[in-house]
């Protein structure tokens, strides 16, 4: 799908959607759990339908209400000796299940589109061999996975993916050995794990987190709390957020159902804001955003906030000065490689970055002159692109503006709310 964003600044309060890292985890946990669980989620996306998808496969039972989501467990007896689970471009959902369908089947065939079949496994992939399962060749797909997973000791780098820390702390507590991750080099995204451990903590299981590695008691049962809620999204939160700061209307943006307390990384988005020169305010559950004096740039470590790195970009491309967001290599292996993309983006547009192995260095200029960009089938630079059209003199024209289903299947809608200017062609 095309658009053209016609420059327009937003003001206005809207809600945050569920968290979709949050909702992952919730929803896995849930069909793991002793007796059914409702999920309170009022909004979908690609990424969630495609863990409910692979749930039911797997024998959970879902149950679509409105607002809320009720999960059934996955059966401890009569389950099936193989499933096919299709995690559509949804990379949590994969590396989350692998280890899983590992642990509970004894054979599990995975498929995926876009450019999942291109992000890593390892060594995720090497781990879970050493400890009792076969794969198909690497670079094989379908991705098949034999045999059951055993209890021991694993070994994961911490550079690479949180979410491999993630699969293996839901599916080691269900085996009838003790096992061990140890935690190979500095974690980054650590906030990501803190989140899972949380998350397991709601449903009874128990893990104790050491300088370096992770120690979990097998033979545990996951407990359902009977109703439980995924919080508001803070990634997602920041394109509106960062408007407040970029558009110049007085009253700023607002969006309410933030929880400034949250373990989600991305909350970090207001404190840079705030650096940035944007005027931030919280109050009752909310986080107003207004436009500053002036833009300043900054230096920006994207080590524990990769999914920021889009929308802070365009913040640096009118700020006044030298913005350097550096330990971003792993942007590269995303749903696009974003280091590429953001310049593809920011630069056709009429700015000015220069893309480096893992950072981007970004000099600042009053406005943006406008121009198409296309999305890289990545939600995040179509939102990204949303809000660069804010701060460009002429229109923006987008392709592949359906990306943003992946995570924010409303986005355009909110978008108008606020008063943004959209045409579809």
């Given at each position: ?378 939600h995040r630079i179509a939102m990204s692109a949303a809000i660069a059209a804010l701060v460009s ?33």
């Amino acid at each position: 799908m095309d658009v053209r964003i016609t420059p327009s600044p937003l003001c206005g309060t809207l809600p945050a959607i569920p968290s979709k890292s949050d909702a992952h985890r919730i929803l896995i946990l849930a069909a793991l759990a002793d007796r059914p669980t409702e999920v309170i989620l009022p909004a979908l996306s690609k990424d969630i339908e495609a863990t409910l998808s692979c749930l039911s496969a797997m024998g959970a039972g879902i149950e679509r209400l409105p607002g809320r989501i009720s999960v059934s467990p996955i059966p401890a007896c009569g389950r099936p000796a193989a499933v096919r689970l299709d995690c559509g471009e949804s990379g949590s959902t994969l590396r989350f299940l692998l280890p899983l369908a590992g642990a509970l089947f004894d054979r599990a065939e995975f498929t995926g589109g876009g450019r999942l079949p291109e992000r890593p496994l390892s060594p995720l992939r090497e781990e879970m061999i050493r400890n009792g399962c076969v794969f198909s060749q690497p670079g094989s797909w379908p991705l098949s996975v034999q045999g059951r997973l055993t209890s021991g000791d694993f070994s994961l780098d911490g550079n690479i993916s949180s979410q491999f820390f993630t699969g293996l702390l839901i599916a080691l507590p269900l085996l009838a050995g003790d096992s061990r991750i140890q935690i190979a080099s500095p974690l980054e995204s650590s906030s990501y794990v803190d989140m899972t451990l949380t998350a397991l903590s709601r449903f009874g299981v128990r893990i104790t987190r050491t300088e370096r590695a992770f120690e979990i008691p097998g033979g545990q049962r996951y407990r359902s709390p009977g109703q439980i809620a995924a919080e508001g999204d803070w990634s997602n939160a920041a394109f509106w957020l960062t408007a407040g700061a970029l558009t110049g209307a007085p009253d700023g943006v607002t969006v309410t159902g933030l929880d400034p307390d949250s373990l989600q990384g991305d909350r970090e988005i207001a404190a840079l804001l705030r650096r940035a020169g944007a005027a931030v305010s919280f109050g009752g559950g909310s986080v107003t955003v207004q436009p500053g004096a002036s833009l300043r740039p900054m230096r920006i470590d994207a080590a524990p906030i990769p999914d920021l790195v889009p929308i802070l970009s365009v913040l640096a491309s009118v700020s006044g000065g030298l913005t350097c967001i550096y330990n971003a290599g792993r942007l590269r292996i995303k749903e696009s490689d974003r280091l590429s993309a953001v310049r593809e983006l920011i630069v056709p547009l009429g700015g000015q970055v220069q893309e480096q192995r893992d950072s981007l260095l970004i000099i600042g200029k009053p406005a943006l002159s406008g121009g198409e960009a296309d999305s890289w089938n990545d939600h995040r630079i179509a939102m990204s692109a949303a809000i660069a059209a804010l701060v460009s003199e002429g229109p923006v024209l987008l392709h592949g503006a359906e990306a943003v289903e992946k995570s924010y299947p409303a986005f355009w809608d909110d978008y108008r709310r606020l008063g943004g200017k959209i045409d579809v062609l």
